[in-house]
Nanobody, 130 residues
Framework: VKLVESGGGSVQAGGSLRLSCEYS????????LGWFRQDSGKEREGVAF???????NYADSVKGRFSISKDDAKNTVYLQMNSLKPEDTAMYYC?????????????????????????RGQGTQVTVSA
């Protein structure tokens, strides 16, 4: 499995960035893909994840500002981040988390944003200045 992030950088508050994650899942194609972030001295936070059928799951802190999408033809997951705030500053990691299924109905559950993450990339830094 390979997850490679790109697109981080520095931006002023109110600005936008788009993160990309090129993935190769090699037999783990049913996994959810997405992003978590961590800043020094703060707890890790699952930001946004997407299922294979396109269903998404966002942290309350980013709803309405961030949007996750994926292009299966390019094996790439994107995180469009708008209206960035200083508190969005963190290292952002692309991650793959197992898709869980309701055993009674055999329907997929919402992606578990907080993990555990089976795989993750090396991260890309996002810095938002006031």
């Amino acid at each position: 499995v390979k997850l490679v992030e790109s697109g981080g950088g520095s931006v002023q508050a109110g600005g936008s960035l788009r993160l990309s994650c090129e993935y190769s899942l090699n037999g783990y194609s049913s996994h959810c893909l997405g992003w978590f972030r961590q800043d020094s001295g703060k707890e890790r936070e699952g930001v946004a994840f997407i299922r294979g059928d396109g269903s998404t799951n966002y942290a309350d802190s980013v709803k309405g500002r961030f949007s996750i999408s994926k292009d299966d033809a390019k094996n790439t997951v994107y995180l469009q981040m708008n209206s960035l705030k200083p508190e969005d500053t963190a290292m952002y990691y692309c991650a793959a988390v197992p898709l869980l299924v309701d055993a009674a109905t055999m329907t997929p559950l919402e992606c578990p944003r907080e993990g555990p993450y089976d795989f993750r990339g090396q991260g890309t830094q996002v810095t938002v200045s006031a």
